[in-house]
């Protein structure tokens, strides 16, 4: 007999002792067979009539625990829950597919005390330059529970082969990948972020085979509009160069001050790189997907999250977080309308007239 079982049984026989104890000791004090040919004062019918009452919701009480126990014990057992036990830790019950994905790391670095018996989720955002992962990573790092380290893989020493990158990965899942956004031993999702361009597709066979191993969930991060990702890639280019906030190379803002001063440049958009600039960021999307589909994954867009702030509590259910209400201090840069933002914008608008990109006009 299995706990649900006994706690039923034990349930039962309360109940049935509760009703017994009724009918068997108030029954005969106000009723006697004798008394069909009596005729009984109204106080004491009522009395009668209330035990009756009593009785039967006893008896229909009981019949809803019977089928709601029952119901509950079949849907657990079509779920296949399972109670797991590492490291004299009990764990709350999880679904099988889920075990795979709960990790207990032991840091070098640090020990994670009190939360020790708390699983960790890794994930890694695969994303592309100017698609919104940077304000999407300070979305996560909000939480109390998450720790996203940034551009891991930013450092072309850090991504020289497969060997290399695997052994960075296996010091972040530990924790002891030291960053700002460290939550130590209280994290509950553990990642980074990666650009499709440092070495996550160049070495896709070793990584994919990493994930699964371990564990590690993806989240695609992609713009829809590639046309502003692209307005955006030149404007920070620009920036680099130029510096017009004091100096300074910024490729996000925190104040509507900053955004402005930014907006202000105008990039000239090369007309003969301008298609196959937006088919390689098409192509390159496409592979991603089609290289990590093996994986544990979500697919996010961009445009989607800032329309729909929903979507955060999809990432969040993803990752088998706690729902928080996620904040971010970046500001947007580039507002409004794409013909307020290029400068040859009718060169660019008549070139893309009557091209799988025209949709990409329109203000979105």
């Known amino acids: ?199 996550a597709l160049e070495y896709h066979e070793e990584i994919v085979d990493y994930f699964n191993r371990r564990g590690v969930s993806a989240i695609f991060l992609f713009r829809r509009n590639l046309l502003r990702r692209l307005i955006s890639l030149l404007a920070n280019s620009y920036d680099k160069d130029a510096k017009p906030l004091n100096g300074t190379h910024k490729s996000h803002t925190h104040s509507p001050y900053e955004a402005k001063v930014l907006a202000k440049y105008k990039p000239v958009v090369n007309m003969s790189l301008l298609i196959p600039n937006l088919r390689n960021a098409q192509r390159k999307a496409n592979r991603a997907l089609e290289c990590f589909k093996s994986t544990r994954h979500i697919l996010l867009y961009y445009e989607d999250i800032v329309q729909n702030r929903t979507k955060l509590a999809d990432v969040q259910e993803f990752l088998g977080l706690p729902q928080r209400e996620l904040i971010s201090g970046q500001v947007k840069i580039h507002n409004g309308p794409l013909s307020q933002q290029i400068e040859n914008w009718d060169e660019v608008q008549k070139r893309l007239k009557g091209t799988p990109y025209d949709t990409f006009l329109i203000k979105d």
């Open 1 to 199: 007999m299995n706990q649900y079982s006994t706690k039923f049984f034990s349930i039962f026989l309360k109940i049935y002792s509760l009703i017994s104890s009724v009918i068997f000791m108030e029954i005969p004090k106000l009723w006697k067979p004798q008394d069909l040919f009596v005729i009984k004062s109204p106080k004491q019918s009522l009395r009668l009539v209330l035990l009756v009452f009593a009785v039967v919701c006893g008896i229909y009480i009981l019949s809803m625990c019977i089928n709601q126990t029952s119901n509950y014990l079949l849907q657990a057992k079509s779920l296949s829950i399972h109670v797991i036990n590492r490291h004299n830790c009990h764990y709350p019950i999880f679904q099988e597919e889920d075990i795979h994905y709960l990790h207990f790391p032991k840091p070098q670095t640090f020990t994670r005390e009190e939360c020790a018996c708390n699983p960790v989720r890794f994930f890694a955002i695969l994303s592309m330059q100017r698609s919104g992962s940077g304000w999407f990573e300070t979305l996560l790092n909000s939480h109390m529970n998450v720790s996203s380290n940034g551009e891991i893989f930013g450092a072309k020493s850090r991504r020289t082969n497969a060997s290399v990158i695997l052994e960075i990965m296996d010091n972040v899942f530990n924790l002891d990948w030291i960053s700002s956004s460290s939550k130590n031993e209280c994290t509950a999702a553990i990642g980074f972020k990666w650009m499709l361009n440092q070495g």
